[in-house]
């Protein structure tokens, strides 16, 4: 792997920056609408979510505040079991809020029926979710999921807060690898 080459490393462009502003835009607007008069706690799943955080976040006009968990699911490899151990609690109480949790993507949706039902055991409101990306034909749970960005098929993407192996979080484009990045 070239380190500098990180354009030889992208098979396909799925959304490009414009693409994604202008779908966050979108989200926000039904947000606002959905929770007009309320005042709502998003919850960013680290690490994926940073940056659908740091862009929803900005494009909502309410009243809004923000916190961060980060979990991680115990499986064999690449695969989400469902069991799910906290590494980074919320520092709020969620006693009678709303609740939105952002996330960058629901694969299985294990990890994010988990998180919702332990968020609605605290004692919230309400706990909905919102997901940039979905792959419908992964999914594995009935978890209700109110805003989504795009269903998406099942193949790995990275971009916008998503990682291989740490790396691509940075790229402003959701895109595929080439081959040779995994090999
Ligand atoms: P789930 O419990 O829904 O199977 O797991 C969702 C998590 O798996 C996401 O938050 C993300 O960290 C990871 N994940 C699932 N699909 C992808 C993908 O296509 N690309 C990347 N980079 N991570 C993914
Ligand atoms: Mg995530
Ligand atoms: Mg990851």
Not at 26 to 54: H, N, R, S, T
């Amino acid at each position: 792997m070239d380190a500098n080459d990180v354009q030889g490393d992208i098979k396909h462009v799925l959304f490009s920056k414009e693409v994604i502003d202008a779908k966050i835009k979108e989200l926000a607007a039904q947000i606002d609408a959905d929770y007009e008069g309320k005042d709502v706690l998003l919850v960013g799943v680290l690490k994926g979510a940073i940056m659908v955080m740091a862009d929803l976040s900005r494009a909502l006009k309410g009243h809004y505040t923000q916190d961060w968990m980060a979990v991680s699911s115990y499986g064999s490899g690449t695969k989400s079991s469902g069991v799910v151990r906290i590494l980074k609690d919320l520092d709020t109480d969620l006693s009678g809020r709303d609740v939105l949790i952002v996330e960058d993507i629901i694969d299985s949706g294990l990890t994010l029926q988990w998180l919702q039902g332990n968020l609605k055991s605290r004692g919230a409101n309400s706990v909905e979710i919102c997901t940039l990306l979905r792959k419908p034909k992964s999914v594995k749970t009935d978890v209700q999921v109110k805003y989504v960005g795009w269903d998406i098929e099942p193949e790995f993407v990275v971009g916008y807060g998503l990682d291989f192996a740490e790396r691509y979080r940075n790229l402003d484009c959701i895109v595929t690898l080439a081959p040779h990045v995994y090999s």
